[in-house]
């Protein structure tokens, strides 16, 4: 069963902006540590941004200052607003929810983000 959704991927600029919006309904979305990664051609997919049920927030070197991952656990959704794109950022994004010891982590099916001028 689809258990995370990602949206709000396309076709943008650089220096332009998206937002990405992941939908859980696997778990107690409250509980749940929540990811975004991302994987481009020919390289190992990395952590991007991630939030705990604490809203503690850690990002990658490579982000830090342009993105920003938040939650809103009544819509049991994450986000990751991405501004500033660059070239580099040129990947399949994905939404990983980690519900801790008891249960196993789980991934979304991935949303394309393409940054071109």
């Known amino acids: 069963q689809v258990q995370l959704v990602e949206s709000g991927g396309g076709l943008v600029q650089p220096g332009g902006s998206l937002r990405l919006s992941c939908v859980d309904s696997?778990?107690?979305?409250?509980?749940?540590?929540m990811a975004w990664y991302r994987q481009a051609p020919g390289k190992q997919r990395e952590m991007v941004a991630g939030i705990d049920r604490y809203n503690t927030i850690n990002y990658a070197d490579s982000v830090k200052g342009r993105f920003t991952i938040s939650r809103d656990n009544a819509k049991n959704t994450v986000y990751l607003q991405m501004n500033s794109l660059r070239l580099e950022d040129t990947a399949v994004y994905y939404c990983?929810?980690?519900?801790?010891?008891?249960?196993?982590?789980?991934w979304g099916q991935g949303t394309q983000v393409t940054v071109s001028s």
């Open positions: 696997g778990s107690i979305f409250s509980d749940n540590f």
């Open positions: 990983r929810a980690v519900p801790g010891v008891g249960r196993s982590a789980y």
